[in-house]
């Protein structure tokens, strides 16, 4: 029979249990730090220089490819089969997709509207409500749904800044923030998109790569292949181009070309990693936008941009309880897991990482 002392013991795992994780959280939040601040120096450096938006990317991917290749040698070890090569190959594909879309709806619609986009991809989860015949829940899901459209639409609206926010009240013709527009839907649909690709490449990744070395070495492969897709709608912007765009020029900046590949790339591929295997948080949850705003919240006032921190505090969230309730399934059968666990007295042992796919 089980001590009183052992199960005392039992009862105080879980707080040391997290303490153990909160330098891994520290370091997350760090990495999506340096990434935004890597999205706002790119949106400063395309709007001052008028550069292309495929050919800096591309420019900054192939470093990148380059940089993974060698940490990861997908060569070496175990020969990967075609079941993983060709998945990964069309994981490119949808990568360059996904970057060229984001990269429009960056220079666009401004940094705010494209980070905050990238969490549509939850929109997943309720297809897989509806797919999978998974009814329980579903209102719940649908409910996410029609909260992050109204998330999307009120930003779309302006409600981030503060010339059009209906909550600023400052002296606007005072203010040495950069003015923005009102974008409307049609517009916002550009980083809705791209957010619902980069969800998709995670499943297929997820799906692909089963151990945490194997989707590392198969990340690498994908980037190189994204980054040859890539080469020739670079080409053709450096040849062609467009009326808004220096046609074929790409003026030299080392921090954001740097913090891009870096930071923008490198680092938080490994960081986010890390959450998924250690602390079991996936790109598209609450938790995850909540560290995304608060870097939003800082960039915006140390670049001095157009922002109302009551108009994007509400937008955040209804975006927020949009993705919670959208995940509401698999948030529910993690958490009964982790109850399951504490009974058996099993906490420490790794959780299955959920399935959702985002």
Not at 149 to 170: D, R, V
Not at 298 to 303: L, Q, S, T
Not at 313 to 322: N, T
Not at 335 to 341: G, H, L, Y
């Amino acid at each position: 029979m089980m001590s009183p002392n052992h199960s005392s013991d039992d009862r105080a795992s879980p707080p040391h249990h997290h303490f153990r994780h909160t330098p891994l959280q520290i370091i997350h939040v760090v990495a999506n730090f340096l990434r935004i601040w890597s999205i706002y120096s790119m949106f400063r450096y395309l709007s001052q220089t008028g550069a292309s938006v495929v050919l800096f990317l591309f420019a900054c991917l192939a470093p990148a490819a380059i940089l993974f290749l060698i940490l990861q040698k997908p060569w070496k070890g175990r020969p990967l089969s075609n079941t993983q090569v060709v998945p990964s190959i069309i994981n490119g594909f949808i990568t360059a997709l996904y970057l060229v879309l984001w990269g429009k709806g960056l220079k666009s619609c401004g940094p705010v509207r494209a980070i905050l986009g990238e969490y549509s991809g939850a929109v997943l989860g309720v297809l897989s409500g509806v797919l999978y015949g998974r009814r329980s829940n579903l209102w719940k899901k649908i409910g996410g749904l029609i909260a992050m459209c109204a998330s999307f639409y009120l930003l779309s609206e302006g409600w981030a800044t503060a010339t059009f926010s209906p909550f600023s009240w400052q002296d606007r013709e005072e203010s040495e923030a950069q003015k923005e527009h009102v974008l409307g839907l049609k517009h916002m649909l550009i980083p809705i998109i791209a957010g619902i690709l980069s969800a998709l490449r995670r499943v297929i990744a997820r799906r692909v790569s089963i151990k945490n070395q194997l989707k590392r070495r198969l990340h690498a492969l994908t980037i190189a292949s994204a980054t040859c897709f890539m080469f020739p709608i670079a080409m053709w912007d450096a040849i062609i181009g467009s009326p808004s765009e220096s046609n074929g020029k790409l003026p030299f900046s080392a921090w954001a070309f740097f913090s891009t590949i870096l930071f923008g790339n490198i680092v938080i591929f490994y960081a986010d990693s890390i959450a998924e295997e250690r602390l079991h948080m996936v790109f598209s949850s609450p938790r995850h936008l909540m560290a995304a705003s608060a870097c939003i919240i800082v960039m915006e006032i140390v670049y001095k941009m157009d922002f109302s921190l009551t108009g994007f505090v509400i937008c955040s969230l209804i975006l927020g309880f949009g993705i919670y309730e959208a995940t509401s399934l698999e948030r529910n059968r993690k958490d009964s897991t982790r109850q399951s666990d504490l009974l058996n007295g099993e906490f420490d042992n790794p959780i299955e990482m959920s399935s959702l796919p985002t």
